[in-house]
């Protein structure tokens, strides 16, 4: 980036030492062009240094993220070598092993609001379960395709 600044100097100095002259409409031109890429170079290397820390940021965050997944699963599918340029298979590996065949689906509660993960195990006979953020029964209706059929 400093390069980029080293060359803007380089050519104001270079006008500076052709004598344009700030009093023709040529002059006034080349002048306020040259104050612009000046401009532009400070803003460009503002903005560089912002990026930087950006991506240091989220590496960190990525770090943090990868090894609080690796303290809650426990299955060693994250470690200090995990790269964030991984593909999709590494994924998938990794929601093969997670999935552990239950059928899972997610509702919202009629009484909060809050969105609950279900499991078909955690169904009552009476078609019902407990949401667990208000306490309050949660009663599920179930069409049946080979039901409609009929």
């Known amino acids: 980036m400093e390069d980029l600044i080293k060359k803007v100097s380089y050519l104001k100095g270079y006008a ?13 031109l080349i002048i306020k062009l040259l104050d612009l890429l000046g401009e ?7 903005m560089d240094s912002d990026l930087s820390d950006t991506r240091d940021a989220l590496d960190e965050l990525d ?10 699963y426990g299955d060693g599918v994250y ?3 995990f790269d964030a340029d991984f593909d999709d298979a590494v994924l998938d590996d990794y929601d ?3 999935d552990d ?11 909060c609001g809050e969105d ?22 949660i009663e599920l209706e179930f069409d049946c395709e080979e039901d409609e059929q009929k």
């Open 16 to 28: 500076d030492g052709l004598d344009i002259s700030p009093k023709s409409d040529e002059g006034k």
């Open 40 to 46: 532009m170079a400070d803003k460009i290397e503002e």
């Open 63 to 72: 770090t943090c993220v990868f090894d609080l997944a690796d303290d809650f």
């Open 79 to 81: 470690d200090d070598d």
């Open 96 to 98: 093969d092993d997670y």
């Open 101 to 111: 065949g239950s059928d899972y689906f997610e509702i919202e509660c009629p009484n």
């Open 116 to 137: 609950v993960m279900v499991d078909f195990d955690m169904i009552d006979d009476d078609n019902a379960i407990v949401c667990p953020n208000c306490h309050e029964e």
